[in-house]
């Protein structure tokens, strides 16, 4: 997937690739492309990896970008304009999943002096308001299929660490939503509430919980948790649409209708 990814940002003033260990041609794809090659001792840890990549950059701002990603065409012209214009230190992306179009913001686009924190979804020390103009099309590295359980042994780590942590409880809990571990993620995903004050993040938590409830045939509790949801955050357009399919037909048309007026301000994740 190197290549595509290489190709999108030839028009960056540098280009550094960071291998943290690769077993494949990422080296000689690196080599022959002529950028900037470092190594990184792998040690289940994204923020150390990221900031050991950015500090070795020569120029002031930094965009990050994964080797399943591709930066859409245009963005590197309307990242240098926003740059040039802005007082800020950090802008965010557009993020879109090359499957689904669902979308994101991410911060990606920083000065380097500021710093990633966190083992895992990491994230920059600081929040963006401004976008950068750029766009990020991601993808899904058949690499992870290597080490299929990476996320979840680190965000073990981390919870290990940080109990208290909101951000990590989250996360742990949709890992475990995924591979349908429910009980494990729910338990997860009430600490993260119970942590968490981010309105966004508490709203996508509450439409998890109601679609493990409905999952494991709670109805009713399925149908709190989503008006949870909504409660925080009537302009949830998924949740409002999740309403309409777990309740009786003759209230499933209004419901359709609030997620079709919905805007998703202030939504974590506008999945498809």
């Given amino acids: 997937m190197l290549p595509a990814c290489l190709a999108s940002i030839s028009e960056a003033d540098e280009i550094i690739v960071c291998d943290t260990g690769s077993t494949d041609d990422t080296i000689k794809i690196a080599t022959e492309a002529n950028v900037k090659l470092i190594h990184y001792k792998w040690d289940d840890d994204f923020a150390a990896a990221r900031n050991y990549v950015k500090d070795h950059a020569a120029h002031d701002w930094v965009l990050s970008i994964d080797a399943d990603e591709i930066l859409k065409p245009g ?98 809990g949709r890992e475990y939503y995924y591979i349908k571990s429910f009980l494990e993620a729910e338990h997860h995903f009430k600490l993260c509430l119970k942590y968490n004050q981010w309105t966004p993040e508490r709203a996508d938590t509450f439409l998890y919980l109601a679609k493990i409830n409905w999952l494991e045939s709670r109805g009713e509790m399925a149908r709190k948790y989503c008006m949870s949801a909504l409660n925080l955050n009537a302009h949830f357009a998924e949740a409002a649409r999740f309403m309409a399919s777990i309740s009786w037909e003759k209230n499933a048309a209004p419901w359709l209708a609030m997620a079709e007026a919905a805007n998703n301000s202030e939504v974590l994740f506008i999945r498809k």
């Fill in 75 to 172: 963005s590197v012209a309307a990242i240098k304009e926003s740059i040039s214009k802005t007082d800020k230190t950090v802008l965010f992306v557009a993020m879109t999943d090359s499957k689904d179009g669902s979308t994101f913001n991410s911060v990606r686009l920083f000065n380097k002096k500021h710093n990633w924190v966190g083992l895992i979804h990491e994230a920059l020390d600081c929040c963006a308001t401004d976008s950068s103009g750029g766009e990020i099309i991601y993808g899904y590295s058949p690499t992870h299929h290597v080490d299929p359980k990476l996320d979840l042994r680190i965000l073990l780590k981390a919870v290990e660490q940080y109990p208290e942590s909101a951000r990590y409880r989250y996360y742990l």
